[in-house]
T-cell receptor
Framework: DAGITQSPRHKVTETGTPVTLRCHQT?????MYWYRQDPGHGLRLIHY???????DKGEVSDGYSVSRSKTEDFLLTLESATSSQTSVYFC??????????????FGEGSRLTVL | DAKTTQPTSMDCAEGRAANLPCNHS???????VYWYRQIHSQGPQYIIH???NNETNEMASLIITEDRKSSTLILPHATLRDTAVYYC????????????FGTGTSLTVIP
């Protein structure tokens, strides 16, 4: 358990409102990730971070932005939420960064509903 | 990036071995095969990984074919708690530290 906390765990919001999901880790892991999970699509990578202020896009980054001002926090922001962003969002951290190191630790997920 | 292909779903009798296949025919020589599983609505959990040799740990065994184009995750004595979605991922220098999960195989262990 890498001590990953996601907040909020559940949120209902309306179309057009901004939403920020927070991921907090206590293991000082360098890499952090945001995924979304939808039926029929599995887990899809939104954005990831490889250090403070260092982020990059994943496979479904449109409509999302991220920030990492501290090692322990990785924020996912929906500037103007749409119904298509209704999903379960998972944060993860990576223990180690070598090619032979691949243990991701996941948070418990944040369920977002956009009405 | 090497992509993986997995069956959508499988069943296995409780107590029997569960063999989950994964095809990664475009894998490069320096790419590793990783397996994760996701139980119900929890976050995915790491199981095992390997490069070309077979690997075993307390959870499972990983068998990689000699040409490395496919692999099989083996749960030797499946229990009801092994019912989950299993993801096969290929990762290496080209993918860096990005992990692409796909849709995985939904394994149901039947009493």
């Amino acid at each position: 358990d890498a001590g990953i906390t996601q907040s909020p765990r559940h949120k209902v919001t309306e179309t057009g409102t901004p939403v920020t999901l927070r991921c907090h880790q206590t293991e000082n892991h360098r890499y952090m990730y945001w995924y979304r999970q939808d039926p029929g699509h599995g887990l899809r990578l939104i954005h990831y971070s490889y250090g403070v202020k260092d982020t990059d896009k994943g496979e479904v980054s449109d409509g999302y932005s991220v920030s990492r001002s501290k090692t322990e926090d990785f924020l996912l922001t929906l500037e103007s939420a749409t119904s298509s962003q209704t999903s379960v969002y998972f944060c993860a951290t990576l223990a180690g960064t070598g090619a032979n190191t691949g243990e991701l630790f996941f948070g418990e997920g944040s369920r977002l509903t956009v009405l | 990036d090497a992509k993986t292909t997995q069956p959508t779903s499988m069943d296995c009798a409780e107590g029997r071995a569960a063999n989950l296949p994964c095809n990664h025919s475009t894998i490069s020589g320096n790419e590793y095969v990783y397996w994760y599983r996701q139980i119900h609505s929890q976050g995915p959990q790491y199981i095992i990984h390997g490069l070309k040799n077979n690997e075993t740990n307390e959870m499972a065994s990983l068998i990689i074919t000699e040409d490395r184009k496919s692999s099989t995750l083996i749960l030797p004595h499946a229990t009801l708690r092994d019912t989950a979605v299993y993801y096969c991922i290929v990762r290496g220098p080209n993918t860096g530290n990005q992990f692409y999960f796909g849709t995985g195989t939904s394994l149901t262990v039947i009493p």
